[in-house]
């Protein structure tokens, strides 16, 4: 997964090159009908850019995503 901040600073979970990194995806609905789904989220990424004004971990918590197609 990845994070884009508002400062367009990029953050990560590839939690092999950043030991702490992680993430879910659940996926609670799904039509292969209409091709759409929905589902919950959350993760925590580490900072990509190597600068002290930014921290290195952001938590993203209750994310959603609904009827998205696929």
Known sequence: ?????????????????????????TITAISTVTRRMSGTFSFVVIGTVTNPRFPDKRTITNGTFTNVAF
């Open 1 to 25: 997964m990845r994070y884009t901040d508002p400062n367009f600073n990029y953050y990560n979970t590839e939690s092999w090159k950043h030991a702490g990194a992680s993430g879910t995806l």
